[in-house]
Nanobody, 117 residues
Framework: VQLQASGGGLVQDGGSLRLSCAAS????????MSWYRQAPGKQRELLATITSDGTTNYADSAQGRFSVSRGNAKNTLYLQMNSLKSEDTAVYYC????????????WGQGTQVTVSS
């Protein structure tokens, strides 16, 4: 499975961005998909998850401002980000785990989001 994240960029404080993550390869093994982010000097942080049946969960930092979804074909992951703040500046990564077991997981290459104040 390969994951390709896109949609990052420079946005002003209070603005919005929509990130996408396209999955290819053996997509039928994908189970839960997630978005993480990593700011400079900080640990990678889990933001939002969505299961194969559409159940979502959010970190406190994402709750109410971010929305995770999957495309109808289940091979595309989205993160709609609204009311962006300077502290949202980070590299955003998509992740997928596999129905084959916990030893299989997949990461996208990351997309930079920069929020200017």
């Amino acid at each position: 499975v390969q994951l390709q994240a896109s949609g990052g960029g420079l946005v002003q404080d209070g603005g919005s961005l929509r990130l996408s993550c396209a999955a290819s390869g053996m997509i039928f093994v994908i189970n839960t998909m997630s978005w993480y982010r990593q700011a400079p000097g900080k640990q990678r942080e889990l933001l939002a998850t969505i299961t194969s049946d559409g159940t979502t969960n959010y970190a406190d930092s994402a709750q109410g401002r971010f929305s995770v979804s999957r495309g109808n074909a289940k091979n595309t992951l989205y993160l709609q980000m609204n009311s962006l703040k300077s502290e949202d500046t980070a590299v955003y990564y998509c992740h997928a785990d596999s129905k084959l077991g916990p030893e299989y997981d997949y990461w996208g290459q990351g997309t930079q989001v920069t929020v200017s104040s």
